[in-house]
């Protein structure tokens, strides 16, 4: 019997949606559908969820759906998966919050590994990230 490892995702992070604009994104997702904005930026918005801790991101930075799973090291991740058969489709990238980087499987399913090294977004009392709240050690 091959020996337990801990689990590579630590969370589902966000699932991100693009838009064709970002006004027109917010009256769909939040007035219609009543996901409260947690942050916006000008050109992405996260939105909370009924449950959990995982943000729907709205965004007009390129015309791809991702989901973003967290991980406690990019770089070590992207190891873990390529040891494990699958590989590095590009990254990692500095993100704000940390590092971003798009592996995938054997199969060729895209995995968007996500960390949070740098911290979490600041944003002002309406929202607009103001910058990022540095993580403590």
Not at 69 to 77: P, S
Not at 106 to 131: C, E, F, H, I, Y
């Amino acid at each position: 019997m091959p020996r337990r490892r801990p689990p590579l995702f630590r969370a589902v992070d966000c699932v991100r949606i693009p838009v064709p604009d970002l006004e027109a994104g917010l009256a769909f997702y939040r007035d219609a559908l009543g996901h409260a904005l947690k942050w916006r930026s000008e050109t992405a918005a996260g939105l909370r969820m009924a449950k959990g801790g995982a943000e729907l991101v709205i965004h007009v930075e390129s015309d791809r759906a991702e989901t973003d799973l967290l991980v406690a090291d990019v770089r070590r991740a992207i190891a873990r998966v390529t040891r494990a058969g699958g590989r590095l489709v590009a990254g990692p990238f500095e993100i704000p919050v940390g590092r971003v980087a798009i592996a995938a499987d054997p199969w060729g399913n895209p995995l968007a590994l996500l960390d949070l090294s740098k911290g979490l977004l600041r944003t002002d009392r309406q929202g607009r990230v103001t910058g990022v709240r540095r993580r403590k050690g």
